[in-house]
């Protein structure tokens, strides 16, 4: 039995397709620098903040971008 009438599986990492430039924009857009600063304390987010320099950051600190991932997968948008 084949399952072609169902289309290709889906991935099952809920973040497939999204960038981590998509996120951080819109965590911004939503919480702005200040209170995502308080929400995850990184020096990034709270000094003289800009998305270039958070992805610089994030790119290269795995447990700083696990946090920002899990508050965009947590965050419910508008």
Known sequence: MT???TGPPQPKDPLH????????T???????WERLG???AIN???KDPS???SL???RKTPWARKKVETLYLRT???
């Open 76 to 78: 419910r948008f508008s």
């Open 26 to 32: 819109r965590l911004v857009d939503h919480y702005g």
């Open 3 to 5: 399952r072609s009438d």
């Open 38 to 40: 308080g929400m995850i």
């Open 56 to 58: 610089k950051f994030l």
């Open 51 to 53: 998305i270039k320099s």
């Open 44 to 46: 990034c987010f709270t």
């Open 17 to 24: 397709g999204i960038t981590l430039e998509m996120i951080l």
